[in-house]
């Protein structure tokens, strides 16, 4: 989308939103019988202050007080099965144990739930739910990372962590010969409450607003000048490339009359005569305020990334404001193969569709993210598909996406042989989650 606002003297800003994440393969366990055993993992990251698989272990080792708590349920029943399950990692055996004493399996199938940091969960026959704020100062925000495991027999346990949250950045394009100060980068009137459904894996409820004081690596000011930036280059007003400063905020939806916004206030000064010194202040405190409603793009979705990059060149030639919205991946876009679209929601389409990113994983072994969009033709019932496994790994994550879903859940599998590589659905809905999972023993 590209669109033109006169805000006097104007800059311009780009949107990338970005992919989830795709899963990191476990630790192997060493089976124990019938002792219920865990095999955590997590999405790959690209923020130092993001959970991530080594800083969870540190966080959680033998000896400290951390842990990760995973609650069990019968299926079909809201009493929780005996204490909850306490994981730590205990880095002398290099394995996750249950520091709380282990658990014989009961005989009977368990769904697991685990959010952490811990929160009070509310467990229903088929669902745990969770109502969360996100915290004001930005330095108190945390990566929240959950996963719900789906009845099962066996006693190892796959946690395939997700980023809960959605995370906002900013970034400016750097020119020649302008010194660029930005300052004051504030984020208003989005919300900050919220209910979590492990079920379907959406926010819904939300309530409240927050504002979000974002401060640059730099400090309170960031100053781009020429020379110290490529020319036409975008640097992020985080740490580099690792984002110390998102913030981590409720995933939400805009739109036009939404009145969330991020404003900022900008100087221009320019080198004239090329000798370093910007002698010609352009632009002096002035402010810019940008509407979220105003981008293509409307929703903040969980474990996707929203980079707000800065751009004063049309500033120069139009004195406008021009919107371009990008989508590119949380990690690496090498890991993401480009997105097919379905525009007929048939079994065989889909199908068919899961086929082509087969393909796309046999030309490119490095892809592990497989986005597929289903944008018409969308049937009033469920659809069950059988995805081929041929070429996929373990880890590897096939994102279905319905445009417009009317049910919870579109997405099922038919049965599948667990004691070998196999789908399993980690997250239903508008959008539904497949992870090529280890095969495992069926039955203890």
């Known amino acids: 989308m590209k669109k033109k606002l006169f805000l006097g003297v104007a800059m311009c800003a780009m949107l990338f939103g970005a992919a989830s994440c795709a899963k990191e393969t476990g630790e192997s366990l060493t089976t124990d019988g019938g002792t219920i055993q865990f095999r955590p993992a997590l999405g790959k990251q690209t923020r130092a202050s993001e959970t991530t698989l080594d800083g969870l272990k540190a966080e959680v080792a033998s000896g400290g007080t951390a842990h990760l708590d995973v609650y069990a349920y019968k299926a079909g029943d809201a009493t929780q099965q005996g204490a909850a399950f306490e994981l730590k990692w205990d ?21 697991y739930y685990s959010a952490y940091p811990a929160v009070t969960g509310t467990p229903t026959t088929d669902d745990w739910t969770f109502s969360y704020t996100i915290e004001a100062d930005p330095s108190d925000q945390v990566d929240l990372i959950g996963d719900a495991v789906p009845a099962q027999m066996n006693a190892h346990v796959n946690l395939n962590y997700d980023h809960l949250l959605s995370q906002v950045n900013f970034a400016v394009v750097a020119m020649p010969y302008v010194k660029i100060t930005i300052s004051n980068i504030t984020v208003t009137g989005v919300t900050n409450q919220a209910s979590y459904s492990f079920k379907n894996g959406v926010w819904t409820g939300h309530t409240g607003t927050g504002t979000y004081v974002y401060v640059p690596d730099g400090g309170a000011k960031t100053t781009l000048e020429a020379g110290s930036v490529a020319s036409s280059s975008k640097v992020d007003l985080g740490n580099g490339t690792t984002l110390s400063n998102a913030l981590m905020l409720m995933p939400q939806v805009f739109n036009t009359s939404s009145t969330a916004t991020f404003s900022f206030t900008y100087s221009l000064d320019l080198d004239k005569d090329s000798n370093g010194s910007f002698e010609t202040s352009i632009a002096s405190g002035k402010s810019a305020t940008v509407n979220f409603g105003d981008f293509d793009k409307l929703e903040w979705e969980k474990g996707f990334r929203y980079l707000y990059v800065i751009d004063f060149e049309s500033w120069f030639t139009e004195g406008k404001i021009t919107f371009d919205v990008q989508v590119s991946g949380w990690q690496d876009a090498t890991n993401m193969a480009e997105t097919v679209q379905v525009t007929n929601a048939t079994v065989a389409a889909i199908n068919a569709a899961v086929t082509l990113q087969s393909e796309a ?13 289903v944008v018409a033709g969308i049937p009033s019932s469920k659809i069950t598909i059988a995805p081929v496994l041929t070429n996929f790994e373990v880890g590897d994550v096939i994102r279905i996406e319905c445009a417009d879903a009317t049910e919870a859940g579109y997405i099922e599998l038919t049965s599948q042989t667990t004691t070998a590589n196999h789908w399993v659905l980690t997250t239903s809905g508008r959008v539904a989650i497949l992870t090529m999972t280890a095969g495992i023993l069926a039955v203890l």
């Open 91 to 111: 880095s002398s055996e290099s394995k996750w144990v249950v520091s709380n004493g282990d658990q014989e399996h009961p005989g009977f199938a368990l769904r």
């Open 361 to 373: 994983k046999l030309a490119n072994n490095d892809l592990n993210v497989f986005p597929i969009n």
